[in-house]
Structure formats: structure tokens, C-alpha cells
């Protein structure tokens, strides 16, 4: 079947996974009866761009599990240790009378 296109945007942009959470597997497919079948990523841009009501993004979280809903981690990079400093041997250079 092929994949419904995402409606326009109408409404606020929500979270489908509830606030501070996003879809975690992007390629499930969540089937709502009367509804068509719709992988989680593509329900998770529909409701980013506003093509759900703020009303139905409410209850979603609650019926979505096939989404594996997580907590959205915010992008940081790795710390940096900066790698330790030996002093160089110093050889004093010969003397000459």
C-alpha cells in the first residue's frame, strides 16, 4: 500500500511521543483502526509539521508503543581530554672557552 502523504499544516506542530520525547524506531508501523497503517517516522513529521490535532497528539503517546518512545537526548559532543604534556629532555649544549 502505498504510504499516505503528510497532511498540510493546520494545526501547531506537537510530539507524538509527548513532550520532551521522540519516536525511537522510525520504521515501525502503527495501525489505528479506520486509520491507515503509518510508519512512526512519518507519524512523528506529520505531527512536527502540524498535520494533527493538538487534541489527538494528546492521547497518541498512550497508544503508540510500537514507536519505542524515548527521551530526547540533546546532540553533545564526546569530552575532550586533552592528551598530557611530557616535557621535552633538555640537553644543554656544550660550553666552549
Not at 506542530?13 to 521522540?22: I, K, Q, R
Not at 494528546?58 to 508503543?65: D, Q, S, T, V
Not at 519505542?68 to 592528551?83: D, L, R, W
Amino acid at each position: 500500500t502505498p504510504s499516505p502523504t503528510p497532511a498540510p499544516s493546520t494545526f501547531p506542530g506537537c510530539s507524538v511521543c509527548g513532550d520532551g520525547f521522540e519516536v525511537g524506531n522510525p520504521g515501525a508501523v502503527f495501525d489505528f483502526p479506520g486509520q491507515p497503517a503509518v510508519s512512526c517516522g512519518l507519524l512523528q513529521g506529520i505531527g512536527e509539521n502540524g498535520g494533527i490535532d493538538p487534541s489527538q497528539c494528546a492521547f497518541l503517546p498512550n497508544l503508540i508503543a510500537v514507536c519505542e518512545c524515548q527521551s530526547i537526548v540533546p546532540e553533545t559532543s564526546a569530552p575532550v581530554t586533552p592528551a598530557p604534556i611530557s616535557p621535552a629532555p633538555i640537553t644543554p649544549a656544550p660550553l666552549t672557552p
